[in-house]
């Protein structure tokens, strides 16, 4: 199955370019018989039919994973590779339901992508962490498409991680605090990657981490994240997750601040992590760039390019 690369809007950089990366390479697993068998089973189910015509090239061939797995194609699951256990409703994951069925493809399309914009292909590195896993979502994904590596995933949520350590045994999980240090040694990786962590830090935390991540990786290796920026605010306000004033007031503190941060969880915490300085950040290039720099080299900045929300980043560890 050949997917041509899908090109997101005038965004700059490489990272413009959605390749696919780990969807194309779990996909070369099935024979035409799979890919058949599954959009059978799609083409019965009207609203899963039409999503999937809709859908651009690669997104469609991430619906023939998920849908495959979620219809019960057993074929999906063992030459994909693709495990299919899910947490409980009592253990935190980022999402549930028909498209949450293969775990998180789009992000882990995402991490790959992100190093093939830098000219760094996943498969080649030796030893990787998902730094705020969680019960491992995107993490499941990455370690089917690339057994070779020695994947490492952290959360402070105990339970998501228990879950995560039975149901996916061939990576290493472990409980993180809410401050540095981890319990891995100095210079020990070749890529760390974190979605949506540092956009709930408190700045002067989230400064504590890069440098943990520093400490971490060995000279030249990478660390890809996500955070919020500028257009975040634009798409808060088009879901209806924050009022116009909000946005006013964020975007004044990015000029003025070149930062903003609330600790919106509040006492309760989120998912029974208690830490006043997890909350909501948003961070601009110039504050990335003013306090990473020279320690670490930003190689590719894209706006937006996660979910049309949140920036990536692509830095290498100097």
């Given at each position: 199955m050949t997917v041509e690369p899908h090109v997101r809007g005038s965004l700059p950089g490489n990272l413009a370019v959605e390749r696919g990366t780990v969807s194309a390479r779990l996909?070369?697993?099935?024979?035409?018989?799979?890919?058949?068998?599954?959009?059978?089973?799609?083409?019965?189910?009207?609203?899963?039919?039409?999503?999937?015509?809709?859908?651009?090239p690669i997104e469609r061939q991430r619906l023939l994973l998920t849908f495959g797995l979620h219809l019960g194609v057993t074929e999906i699951a063992g030459h994909a590779r693709l495990p299919t256990a899910h947490p409980p409703a009592d253990v935190h994951t980022m999402a549930r339901g028909p498209l949450a069925a293969a775990g998180g493809l789009y992000e882990a399309d995402l991490v790959a992508d992100a190093l093939a914009s830098v000219d760094v292909e996943l498969g080649s590195l030796e030893r990787a962490l998902d730094f705020g896993c969680s019960s491992g979502r995107v993490l499941r994904v990455l370690a089917s498409a690339y057994p070779n590596i020695a994947w490492n995933g952290c959360d402070p949520?105990?339970?998501?991680?228990?879950?995560?350590?039975?149901?996916?045994?061939?990576?290493?999980?472990?409980?993180?605090?809410?401050?540095?240090?981890?319990?891995?040694?100095?210079?020990?990786l070749d890529l760390a990657y974190a979605i949506s962590i540092w956009s709930h830090f408190a700045p002067v935390l989230g400064l504590r981490w890069f440098e943990e991540m520093r400490r971490l990786l060995r000279p030249g290796a990478h660390l890809v994240l996500t955070t919020h920026g500028a257009t975040t605010i634009e798409h808060d306000e088009l879901h209806g997750r924050r009022t116009p004033e909000q946005g006013e007031e964020i975007l004044s503190a990015l000029f003025t601040d070149?930062?903003?941060?609330?600790?919106?969880?509040?006492?309760?915490?989120?998912?029974?992590?208690?830490n006043p300085a997890w909350g909501t950040a948003f961070l601009s290039p110039e504050w990335m760039l003013a306090h990473l720099c020279p320690r670490w080299q930003v190689l590719e900045f894209a706006p937006a390019r996660n979910a049309n929300n949140q920036d990536v980043y692509v830095l290498r560890r100097v």
């Amino acid at each position: 199955m050949t997917v041509e690369p899908h090109v997101r809007g005038s965004l700059p950089g490489n990272l413009a370019v959605e390749r696919g990366t780990v969807s194309a390479r779990l996909i070369d697993r099935l024979t035409p018989d799979d890919v058949a068998a599954v959009e059978q089973q799609i083409a019965g189910q009207p609203e899963l039919a039409r999503a999937y015509a809709e859908a651009y090239p690669i997104e469609r061939q991430r619906l023939l994973l998920t849908f495959g797995l979620h219809l019960g194609v057993t074929e999906i699951a063992g030459h994909a590779r693709l495990p299919t256990a899910h947490p409980p409703a009592d253990v935190h994951t980022m999402a549930r339901g028909p498209l949450a069925a293969a775990g998180g493809l789009y992000e882990a399309d995402l991490v790959a992508d992100a190093l093939a914009s830098v000219d760094v292909e996943l498969g080649s590195l030796e030893r990787a962490l998902d730094f705020g896993c969680s019960s491992g979502r995107v993490l499941r994904v990455l370690a089917s498409a690339y057994p070779n590596i020695a994947w490492n995933g952290c959360d402070p949520n105990g339970p998501a991680i228990t879950w995560a350590a039975k149901a996916f045994p061939d990576v290493h999980f472990f409980v993180s605090g809410n401050e540095p240090p981890l319990a891995l040694p100095e210079g020990s990786l070749d890529l760390a990657y974190a979605i949506s962590i540092w956009s709930h830090f408190a700045p002067v935390l989230g400064l504590r981490w890069f440098e943990e991540m520093r400490r971490l990786l060995r000279p030249g290796a990478h660390l890809v994240l996500t955070t919020h920026g500028a257009t975040t605010i634009e798409h808060d306000e088009l879901h209806g997750r924050r009022t116009p004033e909000q946005g006013e007031e964020i975007l004044s503190a990015l000029f003025t601040d070149a930062a903003w941060y609330a600790p919106e969880f509040g006492e309760s915490g989120d998912w029974g992590v208690v830490n006043p300085a997890w909350g909501t950040a948003f961070l601009s290039p110039e504050w990335m760039l003013a306090h990473l720099c020279p320690r670490w080299q930003v190689l590719e900045f894209a706006p937006a390019r996660n979910a049309n929300n949140q920036d990536v980043y692509v830095l290498r560890r100097v």
